[in-house]
C-alpha cells in the first residue's frame, strides 16, 4: 500500500466523521452579512451540492457516497478563502481556511488534471440548481434562504457519518467516480 494510500485511507474517514459540522461552519460563514458576496455564492453553491439529486457519487454507495460532498466542501471553502474572510470573524475563517488547506490532499490524491476538473465543476455549482432553487435565489429571496437555512440544519443534525472500510478499492473506486463524472 502506497504512502498516498494509507494518508488518504486514515483521513478520508474522519473527513466523514466531520461532515456535519463542516458544513455548519460553512453556512456560519455564508450568514454572516458583512462577507463577500463571492465567498457566500461559493460556500452557499457548495452546500447546496448536498441537496443536488445527481452528484458525482450517489449518496447511498457503500463508504465513499458523501466522499465527493466532503472533496466539494473542501473546494469551495479553498475558493472562498481566496478572498478576504476577515468579516466572519477569526475562528469562523479559521475553520474554513482549514478546510481549504486540506484541498492539498484531494489534489494530490486525484492528480492535477481530475483535481482542476473538481475545481472547475465546484466553481460551477454557484450556477446550477438544486431542489428547485439556485444559488442566486438563496442568497436574493430572504424565504428561499431561511428555507435552505433549516434544511441545512436539518440535514447536519440527522446527518449519521457512513462507514468507510480500510481498503485500497475504496479508493481505487472513489477515483474512478471522479474521472468517469467530472465533465471534462
Known amino acids: 500500500m502506497s504512502d498516498l494510500n494509507e ?24 450568514e454572516t452579512e458583512e462577507v463577500d458576496a463571492d465567498v457566500k455564492r ?10 443536488k439529486s445527481l452528484d458525482l457519487i450517489p449518496d447511498g454507495i457503500d463508504d465513499i457516497g458523501y466522499l465527493d460532498d466532503a472533496f466539494v ?11 478576504d ?6 475562528d469562523k475563517a479559521g475553520v474554513i481556511k482549514a478546510l481549504a488547506e486540506q484541498t492539498a490532499l484531494v489534489k494530490e490524491f486525484l492528480e492535477d488534471a481530475t483535481y482542476e476538473r473538481l475545481v472547475k465543476y465546484s466553481k460551477n455549482l454557484n450556477d446550477t440548481i438544486a431542489r428547485g432553487r439556485s ?7 430572504a424565504e428561499v434562504w ?19 472500510t480500510r481498503e485500497d478499492r475504496n479508493l ?13
Open 172 to 184: 481505487i473506486k472513489l477515483r474512478a467516480f471522479f474521472d468517469a463524472k467530472l465533465p471534462r
Open 7 to 30: 494518508k488518504c485511507l486514515d483521513t478520508f474517514p474522519a473527513w466523514l466523521r466531520s461532515l456535519g459540522d463542516d458544513i455548519e461552519a460553512a453556512l456560519a460563514v455564508a
Open 85 to 90: 474572510l476577515s468579516p466572519a470573524g477569526d
Open 146 to 164: 431561511s428555507a435552505f437555512v433549516a434544511e441545512v440544519r436539518t440535514f447536519t443534525k440527522n446527518y449519521e457519518s457512513p462507514s468507510f
Open 42 to 51: 461559493h460556500l452557499v453553491g457548495g452546500i447546496n451540492y448536498f441537496f
Open 73 to 83: 466542501l473542501r473546494v469551495v471553502c479553498a475558493l472562498a478563502a481566496e478572498s
Open 135 to 141: 444559488v442566486e435565489e438563496i442568497l436574493s429571496d
